[in-house]
């Protein structure tokens, strides 16, 4: 079993709070860490439930760098004042000072419900400093046009529970404009559906995290990108290349569907668009 390493600490977004934001840090005990994950929460949740259901160790024992973050004005960051009101839009310079000051760039967003009032503004206007994201029935999807949805190009995971009938399938219609996404409907759960099956959750997102892991690996070792004729190092890839070469190890079904050439569990449904 690999070893993991826990810390806790805080960041200071001056910019933004006065009160320094506090965060849950998990990576593997030895081996640099292939990818860097940002863990946001929603309006009941925080850091600790990441580390309660195992996540921080989950993503660590992957290979991957991950930092819970508690949200102004919620779990250990209660003394500090939010860049704006619920349910509004939060500057997209707050999660990239937060990136910048942690090390996280470029990043994986993790963005149940209420973060994306931070989250979605992030990924619109810095897509060069994420990685991927991974929108768990986020907030505020309504806040942008079909059209800035379909300029990014960033690789997406949408991940919804079937219970979820108001917000997991509002925020899918508006989601599924996004140029690169794939799909999770895991079934049975709610709307917090990482909550109500972890173990699902975790193989969701550990096997959407190795595919820009099998790209950076390969890449390493070439002077060419795999798109034909394409000539780039492994640091300036475009997400647009490592989503179409991820597709490599994908097994086609139809035109439309393909399924991850891998095990998976009968929990949930996995739709690649």
Request: net charge neutral; proline share 6%.
């Amino acid at each position: 079993m690999s070893a993991v390493e826990m810390t806790e600490g805080s960041v200071h977004v001056e910019s933004y709070c006065e009160t320094p934001l506090f965060y849950r840090q998990s990576q593997p005990l030895s081996g640099a860490p292939q990818v860097s994950v940002l863990l946001l929460h929603g309006i009941r949740f925080s850091s600790e439930d990441w580390l309660r259901i195992g996540t921080l160790e989950a993503l660590a024992k992957a290979g991957c760098r991950a930092v819970a973050l508690d949200l102004p004005g919620l779990g250990q960051s209660k003394s500090a004042a939010a860049p704006a009101a619920l349910g509004q839009l939060a500057p997209a310079g707050f999660l990239k000072q937060v990136c910048e000051k942690l090390g996280l760039d470029p990043v994986v967003v993790v963005s149940p419900s209420l973060s994306g009032m931070y989250s979605l503004p992030f990924l619109m206007e810095h897509q060069p400093a994420v990685r991927a994201y991974v929108p768990v029935a986020p907030i505020c999807t309504d806040k942008f046009t079909a059209e800035q949805y379909q300029a990014v190009k960033v690789p997406t995971l949408i991940v919804y529970g079937d219970q979820d009938a108001q917000l997991g399938e509002l925020s899918l219609g508006n989601l599924s404009k996004l140029a690169n996404h794939r799909v999770v409907v895991m079934k049975g759960a709610g709307h917090p559906c990482y909550l109500d099956d972890p173990d699902t959750w975790h193989k969701a997102l550990v096997e959407f995290l190795h595919t820009l892991f099998i790209c950076t690996k390969e890449w390493s070792d070439k002077d060419r990108c795999p798109k034909e004729g394409a000539k780039s190092s492994a640091l300036t890839h475009t997400h647009t290349d490592i989503h179409t070469h991820a597709h490599k190890k994908l097994t086609k079904i139809n035109k439309k569907y393909f399924t991850l050439d891998l095990k998976l569990t009968s929990s949930a449904v996995f739709l690649f668009f």
